[in-house]
């Protein structure tokens, strides 16, 4: 894996330059030096980076392509997009996307009742507002709320029950009637882990059947007017473009019989999300076969066909695209803590005056490994290290001697791969395999990659710096939480290689890239490890400037949580120390000013690393 993939999954938006991964934007800071700096404050733990001007990009390029599509095609309709809050409802993801949205009026989507309440705090005025998922007679009552204050906002109804509500509370009082649209049930489905969401058994959508009952019940209660948006989605991630089409074959055609039995007010088609960002490292396996232009294209083309051959106005265009939009944006930055095999270290070996002859023997070998003898030297230190493993069970060497045999073992082989590490053959690699290095990341898999435990999603990893020397050691990653699930194991088909370093001269850091879609919210507090410390990071010409940093809780917040009262906590373990006995009163401050240090703290690692 060449460049860790970066070419595959970076978007342009990272490039290695002077051995260590850089921004390709503006001044181009190296993440390592970012890091390094900011950790030079005494932070340590995994961080988070987001970079506002990937969003932005992600915005321009979505409204560029179909801006782009729309005028090639002569398109009638207009294009409009939505953020789906639920990809990432923090702060300043939200914030970067309503500053770059405002003059694309990009809207946001919501799909509870948190996520509409900050949709109407956050959504500029003239910008849409869509509200999917299920809704109670409250949320539904919150939807006129917002179309009373102003607020150009959908409610997408999943179910007639929806529908009988919003005749009900528009026959209570006078709010204004929000805007009405209908989630479709369609009948082809989408590709990839998250389908679930299309197809005759989905969990949402009116059926034909329940669509024409919505139309004949908006005229009776005289809000056909309000009906003005069709909707659906066919589940996030697409790896394929042709469900897609499918579907928009059968939402158009939906939409223009709708236009025929008097939906007069329908305007828009609401395509929802499921655009797919690229994870992959290894050329062999990419996440999707199409790219933003053919999807724009093909929706605009697809829709305008429909509706002439109909004979109907081409409709208003909404997608709900939220991992395109945010996925890149954010990377988490993890320390490595440990490499298991450091045992293995050369400083470690122990001669004796007088050594075993096999011994010596590797002691040989190792010294003269050389690129020509390589093959050949490591089958005889294989073919050694088997005897000494005898000689030690029959009692005819000590400790000692088995040690400096491992080690020297081990250097062997390290040495063989490096060397060969150009002409790798399948030999080698089954070694690679079963000599894998662990690398203890200071990060919890369950809080920083969800997707990675639930559904194993790969997300793309590589070191931050070191990029000009060759990394040779077949790599699975640990996570500090103590769960064996906690893992990222070597995988022999898509193969992570990271470098030999000694941990005690210097660090290493890792990167885990297009982490800022759906990880964040869906992160859990296993072992109590919480949202790490997370830095807005803005490139200018000269340099960058944190905008913004938000710590990690800290020990006892998270404790609070979970419902534990900070004070109790805190008093239980004064008045251990107050009762236990001291040397010196001194010893008992010190000690408890200690402990209200470290409960001050986050709960991630802070040995050197
Ligand atoms: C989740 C969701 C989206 C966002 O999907 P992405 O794959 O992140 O683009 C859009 N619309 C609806 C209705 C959703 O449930």
Request: glycine content about 6%; charged content about 20%; hydrophobic content about 40%.
């Amino acid at each position: 894996m060449k460049n860790f993939g970066i070419d595959i999954w970076a978007n342009n938006n990272f490039i290695i330059e002077n051995s260590q991964v850089k921004l390709n934007y503006k001044s181009s800071p190296s993440l390592y030096d970012i890091a390094q700096a900011i950790r030079k404050d005494g932070v340590r733990g995994p961080m988070i980076f987001r970079f506002p001007h990937i969003i932005h990009k992600q915005i321009q390029t979505l409204y560029s392509y179909f801006d782009k599509a729309i005028k090639h095609n002569n398109y009638q309709g207009k294009f409009h997009a939505v953020f789906p809050l639920k990809v990432n409802q923090f702060p300043n993801v939200v914030e970067a996307i309503t500053s770059e949205g405002a003059k694309f009026n990009y809207g946001l989507e919501a799909g509870s009742k948190a996520e509409l309440i900050l949709a109407i705090a956050k959504t500029p005025k003239n910008a849409p507002i869509t509200v999917n998922g299920f809704k109670d007679k409250e949320m539904i009552t919150l939807g006129f709320i917002a179309a009373q204050s102003g607020h150009n906002i959908t409610i997408t109804i999943e179910g007639l029950g929806e529908l009988k509500t919003i005749i009900e509370i528009a026959k209570e009082c006078s709010l204004k009637v929000p805007n009405i649209g209908i989630r479709i049930r369609l009948h082809s489905t989408g590709s990839g882990t998250w389908a679930k969401s299309g197809g005759m058994d989905a969990k949402f959508g009116l059926t034909s059947t329940e669509i024409i009952e919505a139309v004949s019940m908006m005229k009776k209660a005289n809000i056909i007017q309000n009906f003005t948006m069709i909707h659906f989605h066919i589940g996030s991630q697409m790896a394929d473009i042709a469900p897609l089409k499918r579907a928009l074959r059968e939402a158009g055609n939906i939409y223009a019989e709708l236009k025929k039995i008097g939906a007069d007010a329908l305007c828009n088609i609401n395509i929802g999300g499921g655009l797919a960002v690229e994870y992959e490292q290894h050329a062999q396996t990419t996440s999707r076969n199409y790219s933003i232009d053919e999807f724009s294209s093909s929706v605009v083309f697809l829709l305008g066909e429909i509706m002439d051959a109909k004979n109907v106005e081409h409709p208003n265009i909404f997608t709900e695209s939220g991992r395109y939009i945010v996925a890149s944006h954010a990377v988490l930055i993890t320390p490595v803590l440990e490499l298991f095999s450091q045992d293995y270290h050369e400083k470690h070996l122990s001669f004796k005056e007088l050594n075993p002859p096999l011994i010596e023997e590797l002691r040989y070998l190792n010294d003269k490994i050389s690129e020509k003898n390589c093959i050949e030297y490591l089958h005889d230190a294989l073919d050694h290290i088997e005897s000494l493993l005898t000689l030690f069970d029959l009692g005819y060497i000590d400790l000692q001697d088995r040690s400096n045999a491992e080690i020297l073992v081990h250097n062997i082989i390290k040495k063989s791969l490096y060397l060969t590490s150009n002409h790798s053959n399948d030999e080698l690699q089954t070694l690679q395999s079963s000599l894998q290095e662990r690398y203890l990341v200071n990060a919890s898999i369950f809080q920083s990659l969800p997707d990675y435990w639930g559904l194993k999603q790969h997300f793309p990893v590589m070191p931050l710096h070191k990029l000009s020397s060759r990394a040779i050691r077949a790599a699975s990653l640990w996570d500090i939480t103590c769960d064996s699930d906690g893992e990222i194991g070597f995988n022999q088909d898509k193969p992570l290689f990271l470098h030999d370093v000694d941990l005690e001269k210097e660090d290493y850091l890792l990167g885990f890239f297009n982490i800022g879609a759906y990880q964040e919210t869906l992160g859990m507090s296993h072992n109590l490890f919480t949202h790490p410390n997370e830095y807005t990071i803005c490139i200018n010409e000269k340099g960058y400037n944190i905008e913004k940093s938000v710590e990690s809780k800290n020990i006892l917040e998270v404790l609070e949580t979970i419902g534990y009262e900070q004070k109790e906590i805190l008093k239980e373990l004064e008045e251990d120390l107050e009762t236990a006995s001291f040397i010196t009163e001194k010893e008992r401050y010190d000690t408890l000013a200690k402990l209200k240090i470290f409960i001050s703290q986050n709960g991630y690692l802070r040995t050197t690393n």
